[in-house]
Each structure stands twice: as C-alpha cells, then as structure tokens.
DNA sequence: TTCATACTTAAGCATGTGCTTAAGTATTAG
DNA sequence: CTAATACTTAAGCACATGCTTAAGTATGAA
C-alpha cells in the first residue's frame, strides 16, 4: 500500500461534488454525461472531478464509440476504510491499556 | 451527520503530515512540539497542520500554562470509517444484484 | 455528406494550501 | 527580575484546485 495512493484518495473523497459521484457510481455504471447531467456546473468542471477519482483509483472507466462508461473500483475504497478502521482500533487498545495500568496503580495504592 | 465536517475529515487525513500525526496521536497523547519535532518542517508548518486536524474535528487540545497537549477524538475517524465502508457495501450489494440478474436471464435462456 | 452527440482540450482566473522567516506573547525556571 | 521555553501570529511566496467559456475531435444517425 503506498502512501501517496492514499494521499489522492482522502483528496478525492474530501470533495461533496466527487462523493455524490461515488454515490451514483455504487449503484452502478454510468455515462460522463449522465454522471454530468445532474451536478450544477459545466460537463468539463465535472470531467475534471472524474479524472481526480480516475487517477485515485477510486473509478474507472472505458470509452466505447464514443461514449465513456465510468464505473466503481472498490481497492481504494477498501484500502481507505483499512486504514482509518486500524487507525481507531489503535486508539481504542491505547485506552484500554491506559484502563488497564490505572487499575493496576489503583490496585497497588 | 454534516456533509462539510466529512469534507474535512477526508482532506485532513489527504495529507501525509497530517496522517503520521494522526499516526503518532493514536498511541497516546503528545504535545504540540512533541508532535513536531520528527516533521521536517518549521514549528508553524506543524501547527497549521495540526489545526487542520483540529478544524476536522480528527483532533482536541487543551493548553495547560504553556504547554498544549493533542488528542485523538475517534469520532470523525468513526465517521469517515462508517461513511466509506457504507458505499463499498452498496457497491458490493449491486454486484449481487447484477449477478442474480444475470442467473435469472440465463436460467431463461 | 451533413449534422448532432459525447466527450476532450485549452486558456484564463479566483481562491486555497503549504511552506518559509521574523516577530510576538505567555509561562516558568533560576 | 531575567532568560529560556512553548507556543502563536503575521507577512509573503509558490503552487495546486475548481471553476469558467470557447474551440476542437471523434462517432453515429439521417
């Protein structure tokens, strides 16, 4: 897992407009336009936003004649919930020894 | 749960300062110049850093005589957890849909 | 071949981010 | 009181981000 994969990651979900992208794009597939239509900017404000999930990994996508189909690429997604899911784990085990040394000291006064 | 405060939660962790803070503040609390001392940056790159933690809600302080000491807050790492693992649930359910679908045409056939 | 569709690229601009050094404030040790 | 410590604020600069409009390319329909 390299660092920087993670750092365009968060970047790309830090962002509303790429969230309800990602949103769509769990139900399935869909077009640039369609991802487009309903988002309150031009089609190339929103192309730039899907190129910054693309190049995070979070979305693919393969143009056919002339239509690009964009859809879901759950590594990154996984990948992001790992470390954040680890990282609280690790908070929540450093409570507990701070649990468990302060009924030692308690025990011991 | 606020949109905004994900916005920032996400663009908080983008950063690999910002994540290796996190890293350090998961085993325990630290204070400010403990927490910059192993960054390769100035004292006042560190604590913009550290606000930016702060401001996402990934982080609490509270200064005693002149000494600030940080903590992790779990709650918006929960928060980011909860919201990615979500959607890559929705993804995966999709897919099941999809493959029952294609089961379903195929048994037609 | 002509036209509409579906993207794609380019240019430009406003704002935000990440850092620097320098100077300042508040607290505590001597 | 004096000086060191631990932050804090300010000014400034380079670069990235998020948008716009305008123009361009490639494909498919008529």
Redesign the pocket.
């Known amino acids: 897992m390299l660092k920087y994969e993670l750092d365009r990651t968060f970047?790309a979900l830090?962002?509303p407009?790429r969230r309800a992208l990602v949103e769509r794009l769990v139900q399935g597939p869909a077009?640039?336009?369609?991802l487009?239509r309903p988002l309150?900017?031009?089609?190339?404000?929103a192309?730039?936003?899907l190129k910054?999930l693309e190049d995070s990994g979070l979305v693919t996508s393969q143009?056919?004649?002339?239509?690009?189909?964009c859809r879901i690429d759950p590594k990154m997604l996984s990948q992001a919930e790992h470390w954040v899911g680890e990282r609280r784990q690790m908070w929540e085990r450093s409570l507990d020894r701070l649990g468990a040394f302060l009924d030692q000291s308690e025990a011991q006064s």
Chains 1, 2 share one sequence.
């Open positions: 970047a830090a962002d407009t077009t640039v336009s369609e487009a309150p900017m031009s089609l190339p404000a192309m730039l936003h910054v143009k056919v004649g002339r239509v690009r189909t």
